[in-house]
T-cell receptor
Framework: GAVVSQHPSRVICKSGTSVKIECRSL??????MFWYRQFPKQSLMLMATSNEGSKATYEQGVEKDKFLINHASLTLSTLTVTSAHPEDSSFYICSARWTGEGEAFFGQGTRLTVV | GQQLNQSPQSMFIQEGEDVSMNCTSSSIFNTWLWYKQDPGEGPVLLIALYKAGELTSNGRLTAQFGITRKDSFLNISASIPSDVGIYFCAGQRTSGSRLTFGEGTQLTVNP
């Protein structure tokens, strides 16, 4: 299957600082990338969808000024959590797809802890 | 919010037993996907289904796309300890649309 690499896998930051998470498709060009948030023992919650070269589409209730998404190339999307607070602590996962249909491949996830 | 009903929520089985889990929806999906997630990792794609009635295998795993296009099941035969994890179904309504995930099935395999 296709490989999606997410970095970092774990990050601890202080309240008020910003954190950037990278998502790269290593062996294919990703027309669309997705960012999810997952709480313990729960399913994946879609935060936003991004297409290369255009603005991300955010799900209802997700603050676009807080969770900045950039999809500058067909192989890289970034999620920046700005002015992080402890309640932003969570597991963030990206996925990438190269066609409109079906299969989306996930990164390894990033465990964010805000102290 | 979630629109896929996945069951069971959890299963505790003995090594060697077969496992079955399913997802149902009130609306039609054109694609069904099954993923497995290990603790602290992202989901890994197990099987993708694209046609109603399709039955696809991947080793000891078998999944079917329901004829009504509103359900799918995943079977695991002869379970082994490394099958432990959370299994998610996901559906896609139309080409290019987002995935909708089930709530997950937590599988525990006792040696």
């Amino acid at each position: 299957g296709a490989v999606v690499s997410q970095h970092p896998s774990r990050v601890i930051c202080k309240s008020g600082t910003s954190v950037k998470i990278e998502c790269r498709s290593l062996d294919f060009q990703a027309t669309t990338m997705f960012w999810y948030r997952q709480f313990p023992k729960q399913s994946l919650m879609l935060m936003a969808t991004s297409n290369e070269g255009s603005k991300a589409t955010y799900e209802q209730g997700v603050e676009k000024d807080k969770f900045l998404i950039n999809h500058a190339s067909l192989t890289l999307s970034t999620l920046t959590v700005t002015s992080a607070h402890p309640e932003d602590s969570s597991f963030y996962i990206c996925s990438a797809r190269w066609t409109g249909e079906g299969e989306a491949f996930f990164g390894q996830g990033t465990r964010l802890t805000v102290v | 919010g979630q629109q896929l009903n996945q069951s069971p929520q959890s299963m505790f089985i003995q090594e060697g037993e077969d496992v079955s889990m399913n997802c149902t929806s009130s609306s039609i999906f054109n694609t069904w996907l099954w993923y497995k997630q290990d603790p602290g990792e992202g989901p890994v794609l197990l099987i993708a289904l694209y046609k109603a009635g399709e039955l696809t295998s991947n080793g000891r795993l078998t999944a079917q796309f329901g004829i009504t296009r509103k359900d799918s099941f995943l079977n695991i035969s002869a379970s082994i300890p490394s099958d432990v994890g959370i299994y998610f179904c996901a559906g896609q309504r139309t080409s290019g649309s987002r995935l909708t995930f089930g709530e997950g099935t937590q599988l525990t395999v006792n040696p």
